[in-house]
């Protein structure tokens, strides 16, 4: 009888299991340039669902931590190239990139502020 009720406790914590969120890390180049882009583009992913988003503007690199119930990567990527910007997996929405301020355009970098 024990053994019934593990067994039966065993695969009821099994199957609550397969329901249940995951929060995923992923990480992906994003072609942005300068600063500002950097402020866009986490702003754009400051949402229900991702617990963070840092974009780091040598590396080129985005790391993100989301949920993945509520989104997919494909659906982050198209967050990103929605607001005009270019990632490994996507091209940018390019009536976007061309209302992009000149410095966040693709080879605009000459137009950023320099660092500080």
């Keep these: 009888m024990k053994t019934t009720k593990y067994v039966m406790l065993t695969l009821l914590i099994a199957v609550s299991q397969l329901g ?13 340039q300068c600063g500002e882009c950097k402020s866009r583009i986490e702003k754009a992913l400051d949402l229900p669902g991702i617990s963070f988003a840092t974009w780091d503007v040598d590396s080129k690199v ?3 931590r989301y949920n993945d119930k509520r989104f997919s990567e494909a659906q982050i990527h198209t967050i990103i190239n929605e607001l005009g910007y270019a990632t490994d997996k996507q091209q940018a929405n390019k009536t976007a990139e061309d209302a992009l301020p000149k410095c ?3 080879g605009g970098a000459k137009h950023c502020e320099p660092k500080e």
């Excluded at 249940?20 to 942005?32: D, P």
């Design 62 to 64: 985005i790391t993100i």
């Design 20 to 32: 249940m969120a995951k929060s995923v890390v992923t990480e992906f180049k994003v072609k942005g």
């Design 104 to 106: 966040c355009r693709p």
